[in-house]
């Protein structure tokens, strides 16, 4: 009996799909937190008991980059530079600030690129979001995201240090 949960452990350590599943956790201060789960090298999001599913792209000049109906994200390997932007997949990116340092929460990230994502149509009835900006450092991965959509604006952050930082 010990033998056979030993070697169980040992595969279930071994197995890639199991190793390289995450949890990011962002909270809001109304509604439900928002998790990006990566699991078995794919990403997907949970709101609730809702989970939708991404498409990730394979340019390898992006560290991370997925497009779901909830939020898509393009993040150049080389950091870029204010006002510089890009177009991927029917969404239009360009960087609107960059903040040299930022406490939040007692957590201080530094060289944080804001990076709004624009979208071009619809995406499975997701119309109502106008646009995203990503709050993404290339130490502490993408620390949170604001998306505005017809009623308002919503602003996730991160519940760790880092958040997810690049595609599995």
Same mark, same amino acid.
């Given at each position: 009996?010990?033998?056979?949960?030993?070697?169980?452990?040992?595969?279930?350590?071994?197995?890639?799909?199991?190793?390289?599943?995450?949890?990011?956790?962002?909270?809001?201060?109304?509604?439900?937190?928002?998790?990006?789960?990566?699991?078995?090298?794919?990403?997907?999001?949970?709101?609730?008991?809702?989970?939708?599913?991404?498409?990730?792209?394979?340019?390898?000049?992006?560290?991370?980059?997925?497009?779901?109906?909830?939020?898509?994200?393009?993040?150049?390997?080389?950091?870029?530079?204010?006002?510089?932007?890009?177009?991927?997949?029917?969404?239009?990116?360009?960087?609107?600030?960059?903040?040299?340092?930022?406490?939040?929460?007692?957590?201080? $990230?530094?060289?944080?690129?804001?990076?709004?994502?624009?979208?071009?149509?619809?995406?499975?009835?997701?119309?109502?979001?106008?646009?995203?900006?990503? $709050?993404?450092?290339?130490?502490?991965?993408?620390?949170?995201?604001?998306?505005?959509?017809?009623?308002?604006?919503?602003?996730?952050?991160?519940?760790?240090?880092?958040?997810?930082?690049?595609?599995?």
């Amino acid at each position: 009996m010990i033998a056979r949960l030993l070697a169980l452990a040992v595969l279930v350590l071994q197995s890639p799909s199991w190793a390289n599943d995450s949890v990011y956790t962002y909270h809001s201060m109304v509604g439900q937190p928002m998790q990006i789960l990566v699991e078995g090298g794919s990403i997907s999001f949970r709101s609730a008991d809702v989970v939708e599913s991404s498409t990730e792209c394979l340019e390898s000049d992006y560290v991370l980059c997925f497009f779901s109906p909830v939020v898509d994200a393009a993040i150049p390997a080389d950091p870029p530079f204010l006002n510089d932007a890009w177009e991927l997949n029917g969404t239009r990116f360009e960087v609107i600030t960059h903040v040299p340092s930022l406490t939040l929460l007692g957590s201080t $990230y530094k060289d944080i690129h804001v990076i709004r994502a624009t979208r071009s149509g619809v995406r499975r009835g997701y119309a109502a979001v106008r646009y995203t900006d990503l $709050y993404y450092s290339y130490e502490n991965g993408l620390i949170g995201f604001l998306y505005a959509h017809l009623n308002g604006e919503a602003i996730f952050l991160s519940s760790g240090y880092s958040g997810i930082v690049e595609n599995p």
